[in-house]
């Protein structure tokens, strides 16, 4: 087991442009979530999904923003017309279910840097 | 609205010394608290956390501690070791809804 994996490492894109982000979580943990991370801040929670199913969602996902898991394994964080604004670390994590809350401890991947010129 | 706090933005302590560092939350419903410690270009590493039934853990050179009332918790390491140095971060939970401070840049001096 490697981990949480994410890629691509890095994105520059231009305003205006869609991008793409994909998560491999550690392959027993059935619940993946998405953060954001800016500079000097914190992770701040985007979205949640157990299985397939996307169970919650922050305010901080704009119409923008969407996110899949389509077979209840990877999962792709796409923005569309991306804004300066989007720039951040994008961080993926994943937990098990079969620990019992409150250890249901996350643990997170490298992260994807998002640069929008 | 910031829920969890981490006033110290950085900490320097010499090898071999204790490092503490501080978080305050505001939110009574957190019950779950996690230390994730971060290196340059990684993403945040689980450290060690702490329910809210209890006001100490402990996991080798580091220890947790929690004062409810006071809604602070604290992580000291010790001693401490160059290879601490990294960004850590303090985190709060209840449900699947987590709060991460702003983080607290440890510089472990040889």
């Known amino acids: 087991d490697t981990g949480v994996s994410q890629d691509p490492r890095h994105k520059i894109t231009k305003r205006g442009q869609n991008v793409t982000f994909r998560c491999d979580p550690i392959s027993e943990h059935n619940r993946l979530y998405w953060y954001r991370q800016t500079l000097g801040q914190g992770p701040e929670f985007l979205t949640y999904f157990q299985n397939e199913a996307q169970l919650e969602k922050s305010r901080l996902l704009s119409d923008r923003f969407s996110a899949e898991r389509p077979k209840g394994s990877f999962s792709t964080l796409e923005i569309q017309r991306t804004e300066q604004g989007d720039s951040a670390m994008y961080l993926c994590a994943s937990s098990s279910l079969l620990t019992r809350a409150p250890t249901d401890t996350q643990y997170f991947g490298p992260g994807t840097r998002l640069t929008v010129l | 609205d910031q829920q969890v706090k981490q006033n110290s933005p950085s900490l320097s302590v010499q090898e071999g010394r204790i490092s503490i560092l501080n978080c305050d939350y505001t939110n009574s419903m957190f019950d779950y608290f996690l ?19 209890k006001d100490k853990n402990e996991d080798g050179r580091f220890t947790v501690f929690l004062n409810k009332s006071a809604k602070h918790l604290s992580l000291h390491i010790v001693p401490s070791q160059p290879g601490d140095s990294a960004v850590y971060f303090c985190a709060a939970r209840r449900d699947n809804d987590m709060r991460f401070g702003a983080g607290t840049r440890l510089t472990v001096k040889p």
Do not use: M, R, V
């Open chain 2, 35 to 53: 230390w994730y410690k971060k290196y340059p270009a990684e993403g945040p590493t689980f450290l060690i956390s702490i329910s809210s039934i």
